[in-house]
């Protein structure tokens, strides 16, 4: 029996947006031998620093 893969995509999904679905859709047609993906959100709120 052959083992499958499970992906971790880690990071700030709030909301979670299409896009992310999409990549991980993506990742799964890539990863032939994945079976899926878990969607692993951080702990706390996540800010991007502004560049002016």
């Not at 700030?12 to 969607?39: R, T, Y």
Request: charged share 25%; net charge positive; proline share 6%.
């Amino acid at each position: 029996m052959e083992k499958k893969k499970i992906i971790i995509f880690g990071g700030a999904f709030n909301p979670p947006l299409n896009s992310h679905f999409s990549f991980a859709e993506q990742i799964l047609n890539e990863f032939k031998d994945a079976e899926k993906v878990i969607f692993v959100p951080v702990n706390s709120l996540y800010q991007k620093k502004r560049t002016n």
